[in-house]
């Protein structure tokens, strides 16, 4: 499968993922940052954005998917930054292939199964009538009925566009990534480790790194360090951007 992509910069590889329903927008900001030291390649994964849609949707699936996005772009390794469903991707990634990772960065997510916690998100946007609006602001009034909050259905609305006839439609590939949920809720089941540097940085009120959670996060990445961002979230990367960054580039470059 050939993955949309983008790339800033030059100088050594960084790869971004994105996290679940996201796509590469969600990181442009941050990336041209980054390509002051990198080339930075953010990517759409299987089922978002403008990559291609398949109903196979698992973390091995989606390492491979890595694997060979690196090949066809001569990339012999990389760094690899990946937030939420992209952090496990990452972390997956660089359990099967270790000598394909420089460094490794995670952003708010573990190695862990994960309780359901989006079902309220999937129950809205398979609400929305798309063939019934014409306009965002109509599709917002759908979703806020379930969705409150501002910020996350201006997340999800991001996922919009118009297909060839000029209708709305949504980029991700809602149906397929609803049937596989589970497996982006799981834990990985192998006895692999990463044994090379890792980084995890979790929001300070986010519940997706919790005390419990560290040793299992030290038994697949023993030379892993943890930072935390005061006052942010789970999106800590766009709640506190310049912090982010300078965790991340502090971390690149020592």
Do not use: C
């Not at 708010?108 to 916690?117: C, L, M, N, R």
């Amino acid at each position: 499968m050939k993955l949309n992509f983008k790339t800033f910069g030059e100088g050594e590889p960084l790869i971004i993922l994105h996290g679940l329903l996201g796509s590469l927008d969600n990181w442009q900001t941050l990336a041209k940052q980054f390509a002051a030291h990198y080339t930075v390649f953010v990517v759409d994964q299987r089922n978002h954005g403008k990559s291609p849609h398949a109903p196979n949707f698992d973390y091995d699936i989606l390492a491979d998917d890595l694997f060979d996005f690196m090949d066809e772009n001569y990339i012999s390794s990389a760094h690899i930054l990946g937030h939420s469903m992209g952090g496990k991707t990452a972390m997956y990634f660089a359990m099967k292939y270790p000598e394909k990772v420089e460094k490794l960065i995670v952003a708010d997510i573990a190695p862990v199964k994960y309780e359901e916690g989006h079902k309220v998100i999937f129950d809205a946007l398979f609400s929305v009538d798309l063939k019934a609006v014409d306009n965002r602001k109509e599709i917002d009034e759908q979703l806020k009925k379930q969705i409150p909050q501002f910020g996350v259905r201006q997340f999800l609305m991001k996922g919009l566009t118009r297909n060839d006839d000029r209708a709305l439609a949504w980029k991700f590939n809602l149906i397929d990534i609803w049937n596989n949920y589970d497996n982006i809720l799981e834990t990985f089941e192998t006895e692999d480790v990463f044994e090379g540097e890792t980084l995890f940085i979790k929001g300070e009120q986010s519940a997706y790194i919790i005390d419990k959670y560290i040793p299992v996060i030290k038994k697949y990445f023993p030379a892993s360090i943890l930072k935390t961002i005061k006052g942010v979230g789970h999106w800590l990367h766009a709640e506190k951007p310049k912090e982010f960054y300078e965790i991340v580039i502090n971390f690149l470059k020592k």
